[in-house]
Each structure stands twice: as structure tokens, then as C-alpha cells.
């Protein structure tokens, strides 16, 4: 019994509409793979969802999907993008290039893959490093002096601060002899006020004699 014929229209139901797609992609994916290996033809695949936006991508192993881009480019003069994006592109193409070049350039300043560099790229690399050494040693001095220069204002911060204190104690000092040069005692004036307080509160005993 043959497979009935389904009407080509958009399937309302969630779950089924899922499921559907779920397999179809599967035999699309695959279809693109067996015709890639059989017939050594470039296949790229772009699957992209309306509902959750997700997006399913196949390429053949001989070819990349921006090769694939630049043969349709190159075959059918049509732009997939407009000059500012083709803009953009090259400018991400020329900021990685030169990205590669800096680790390169990097790796050779640390002494990596030097072999394949001739006589003229290594003395040019030696004067890199000379120069570096003379920057670096010239920021450690001028490190050094500044740290000297620091200590150097600790140390006299700390001599104004032992005047300062020296001075305070000699004034306190000074105050003291001058309470005392004075007649001032604070313990011989507390011990006359208490003095005086007790005889003042003294109470009067009556002449037991003369009640006699």
C-alpha cells in the first residue's frame, strides 16, 4: 500500500508542526550529505526556525560556508549584502589578519618559532628587545627613585611629628611648674576643703557638765 499524499500547507497544530519539522530537517541534512559524498559536490545548508529562532547548518567537508558565499557572489554577481556590510567584512578580515600578525610577532619576542626568520628580521627583532630593555630598565629606575623619594618624606614627616610632640610634653611640663611655683597643691587643696567641710558639719555636744 503506497503513502498517501499530504496537502503542502502550514500544519496548525504545535505539537505535530514540531515533530514534523524535527524529522524533515533530519532528511534534508541527510540528503545534502549523501549528494555531497556521492556526486563531490559543495552543499550548504542553512535551516533556520520562525518559532524559537534556532538555526541548523550543513557544509561539505571540501568547502566552508564563506567559500560557498564568494562562489555564489563570484556565479551569479549578486550581493547577498549591501557595501557597508561588505565594508564591515573586510574590516573584520583586516583586524584578524593583523591580530595574527601581532601573536606572531609576540611569540617571536618571546623566542618562539625563530627559525624560519633570516638574518635581516633577526637583527631587526634584537634591536625590538634591546630597545624593550632599555625602556624597562629606565621605568625600574624611575620606580626606584620615586619609592627613595617617598621614604625620604616619611622620614622627615616623622622628625616634624616627635618636634611637635616634644614640644606639646615641654609646654605641659611648663604648665605644672607654673601651678606649682605658684602655691598651687591639688592635694593640699582637696585635703583643706574636706577639712573645712567636716568642721562645718561638726555637730554641737551640750556641756554634759553643766546639765550635771
Avoid at 129 to 150: C, H, I, K, M
Wanted: aromatic share 6%; with cysteine; hydrophobic share 30%.
Amino acid at each position: 500500500m503506497g503513502r498517501g499524499k499530504i496537502e503542502i500547507k502550514r500544519i496548525e497544530n504545535t505539537n505535530n508542526r514540531s515533530v514534523t519539522y524535527s524529522k524533515r530537517r533530519n532528511g534534508i541534512i541527510k540528503k545534502a550529505r549523501e549528494i555531497s559524498v556521492l556526486c563531490d559536490a559543495k552543499v550548504s545548508l542553512i535551516i533556520c526556525t520562525s518559532g524559537s529562532g534556532k538555526m541548523y547548518a550543513f557544509c561539505s567537508e571540501s568547502t566552508s560556508l564563506s567559500q560557498m558565499l564568494e562562489d555564489y557572489h563570484r556565479l551569479s554577481g549578486n550581493k547577498l549584502w549591501d557595501p557597508k556590510h561588505e565594508q564591515l567584512s573586510n574590516e573584520i578580515e583586516r583586524i584578524k589578519k593583523e591580530n595574527e600578525n601581532m601573536l606572531i610577532e609576540l611569540r617571536h619576542l618571546k623566542g618562539e618559532d625563530i627559525l624560519s626568520l633570516n638574518h635581516k628580521e633577526l637583527i631587526s627583532l634584537e634591536d625590538l628587545l634591546e630597545n624593550g630593555l632599555v625602556n624597562v630598565r629606565a621605568r625600574q629606575s624611575e620606580f626606584v627613585d620615586t619609592r627613595r623619594q617617598n621614604d625620604e618624606a616619611l622620614v622627615e614627616e616623622n622628625k616634624r611629628l616627635i618636634s611637635v610632640l616634644y614640644q606639646k610634653e615641654m609646654e605641659l611640663h611648663g604648665s605644672v611648674r607654673d601651678h606649682m611655683d605658684n602655691g598651687y597643691n591639688p592635694r593640699i587643696r582637696d585635703y583643706n576643703s574636706q577639712m573645712t567641710f567636716a568642721f562645718r558639719v561638726q555637730p554641737m555636744q551640750p556641756n554634759l557638765q553643766e546639765r550635771i
